[in-house]
């Protein structure tokens, strides 16, 4: 639908449809890094919020989906060389650069890979940008972490309703 800006020049919307993590608000991240100056001093630091709440949330679901695989899989079990990482992870209430190192460690783990890939069959919710969360927690655990736009892009924030810019 066109309407005219208080500028005189012509005024575009568009609908953006699709399932949840399926791209729309990076689209929309992205037309404002190329058409907008990108991002504001604000929305920086939201993001500066968000994504280690994005690492240790999201590790923090593969390791309930894998607790609840062993509890019920008698083959299953937490490997003596994971279990303190494992427990400091599991037990953090925000990422700090200890639970950071712990998270890129059991990263490392096949098991927890593997419970990453096959997210689906075990109904756990986590973003497709969770290797990105893992494989950068140290760097987002850092005090004076500012996030870049490749973090801003894979940054995930839970949207509804009618979000836009104006180009």
Partial sequence: MRETAQNGVPKLKLLLLGTGDSGKSTFLKQMKVLHKDGFTQSEVDKYRAILPVNALGSMQQILAGYVQLCATSKKMRIRSKMKEHFDKVRTAEELTPEVADSIETLWEFEEIQEMYTERTEHKINVPS???????????????????????????????????????
């Fill in 129 to 167: 940008a969770s290797p990105y969360y893992f494989s950068n927690a140290k760097r987002f655990a850092e005090r004076d972490y500012t996030p870049n736009n490749e973090d801003i892009f894979n940054a995930k924030v839970r949207t509804t309703g009618a979000t836009g810019i104006i180009l």
